[in-house]
T-cell receptor, first 117, second 112 residues
Framework: GAGVSQSPSNKVTEKGKDVELRCDPI?????LYWYRQSLGQGLEFLIY????????KSGLPSDRFSAERTGGSVSTLTIQRTQQEDSAVYLC???????????????FGEGSRLTVL | AQSVTQPDIHITVSEGASLELRCNYS??????LFWYVQSPGQGLQLLLK????DTLVQGIKGFEAEFKRSQSSFNLRKPSVHWSDAAEYFC??????????WGAGTKLIIKP
């Protein structure tokens, strides 16, 4: 497809289970971001991938969160031993990096809504 | 500390009326400024951005925003709203290689 694709669109899980969220960015976009959007909050940065550089993991809230990006394309965000406070919409965005990191237009997927019971 | 504030959680306007959504920031240097819109069931979409130059920037869907350095503001405006403008609007601010700071969003409700 032409846009950023995320799956699943909705995920309900039990506390303590692991979940994987997938992001398929726009072809050719070298930069990929994961954000978390909680109700009434702005977007919370989680992790940033740019080409073959080491990812910026500074936004990951705990060591239960991890992400990888294989072959410079698809990315998977993994949350281990989920907690109720992990319930949120997880957004993926991709960008053609042009100049400084924040100057490129971000193209967002529709998000994965995670509910932890 | 760097911050972005959208003071209005909700705004209700009548269809055809003018709109102004507020965004204030606190940054040490002139930052990059963005407005994104999140329509129901869709991903966020860039409306407009300011990097430098003319402080009044035009965006898509008839929106514009004005950067006012003295007020540390980047308010979004539209002369006449349409029902399809009902959405949530996010202001984002960044500088250099730092990650963007996002406002909490303003939900726009359109009255028929």
């Amino acid at each position: 497809g032409a846009g950023v694709s995320q799956s699943p669109s909705n995920k309900v899980t039990e506390k303590g289970k692991d979940v994987e969220l997938r992001c398929d960015p726009i072809s050719g976009h070298t930069a990929l971001y994961w954000y978390r959007q909680s109700l009434g909050q702005g977007l919370e940065f989680l992790i940033y991938f740019q080409g073959n550089s080491a990812p910026d993991k500074s936004g990951l809230p705990s060591d239960r969160f991890s992400a990888e990006r294989t072959g410079g394309s698809v990315s998977t965000l993994t949350i281990q031993r989920t907690q109720q406070e992990d319930s949120a919409v997880y957004l993926c965005a991709s960008s053609i990096l042009a100049g400084a990191r924040v100057t490129g237009e971000l193209f967002f997927g529709e998000g994965s809504r995670l509910t932890v019971l | 500390a760097q911050s972005v504030t959208q003071p209005d959680i909700h705004i209700t306007v009548s269809e055809g009326a003018s709109l102004e959504l507020r965004c204030n920031y606190s940054y040490g240097a002139t930052p990059y400024l963005f407005w994104y819109v999140q329509s129901p069931g869709q991903g966020l979409q860039l409306l407009l951005k300011y990097f430098s130059g003319d402080t009044l920037v035009q965006g898509i869907k008839g929106f514009e925003a004005e950067f006012k350095r003295s007020q540390s503001s980047f308010n979004l405006r539209k002369p006449s709203v349409h029902w399809s403008d009902a959405a949530e609007y996010f202001c984002a601010v960044g500088a250099g290689e730092q990650e963007l700071n996002w406002g909490a969003g303003t939900k726009l409700i359109i009255k028929p």
